[in-house]
T-cell receptor, first 113, second 110 residues
């Protein structure tokens, strides 16, 4: 049973437009959520996070929104750039088991010039 | 510079021949994890460790062992590798804001 779901395996966006990557979770114990970006032949790199006490966290072009009642979070990238083309992983953890970070399957974002 | 270092980066081995993938971190983090990445399955956790001498199973622990004798090192051991363990492996540490990943080890078991 997948606890963290990224239902879109891929997303294609025009440069300059908004990219929206979605993530759903099923475990109500999750209270910390993270997004990672991964280029081919590299390890994932941390992008942005949000704790369950917030519903929005912004860092430059990246904003993560959390809807706890819907158990849904999303990553917005505005404006999208070709260098943003990568696989994006959503991850979640419960602070009581911080070592157990659960990842989604990833969404491959392609930003076309 | 904060680093998570895995070795080797690439390995081709034969079924049944024991191997160890090393992982070392210089951030003094307590938490360390091993993941495997497979097409269509994303990142799945194999084992994690919350501190020295404390290890726990992740989602896919079968066929793997780990040890945490010191804080900086968290080796992944495959006692008898099989072809279904062909995968891309990542070691990670957990800091206050998120996980730091190594560069990955691409393992092929023939």
């Amino acid at each position: 049973d997948q606890q963290v779901k990224q239902n879109s395996p891929s997303l294609s966006v025009q440069e300059g437009r908004i990219s929206i990557l979605n993530c759903d979770y099923t475990n109500s114990m999750f209270d910390y959520f993270l997004w990672y970006k991964k280029y081919p032949a590299e390890g994932p790199t941390f992008l942005i996070s949000i704790s369950s006490i917030k519903d929005k966290n912004e860092d430059g072009r990246f904003t993560v929104f959390l809807n706890k009642s819907a158990k849904h979070l999303s990553l917005h990238i505005v404006p999208s750039q070709p260098g943003d083309s990568a696989v994006y992983f959503c991850a979640a953890s419960a602070w009581g088991s911080q070592g157990n970070l659960i990842f989604g399957k990833g969404t491959k974002l392609s930003v076309k010039p | 510079e904060a680093q998570v270092t895995q070795n080797p980066r690439y390995l081709i081995t034969v079924t049944g021949k024991k191997l160890t993938v090393t992982c070392s971190q210089n951030m003094n983090h307590e938490y360390m994890s091993w993941y495997r990445q497979d097409p269509g399955l994303g990142l799945r956790q194999i084992y994690y460790s919350m501190n020295v001498e404390v290890t726990d199973k992740g989602d896919v622990p079968e066929g793997y062992k780990v040890s945490r004798k010191e804080k900086r090192n968290f080796p992944l051991i495959l006692e008898s590798p099989s072809p279904n363990q062909t995968s891309l492996y990542f070691c990670a540490t957990l800091g206050e804001v998120g996980a730091f990943f190594g560069q990955g080890t691409r393992l092929t078991v023939v």
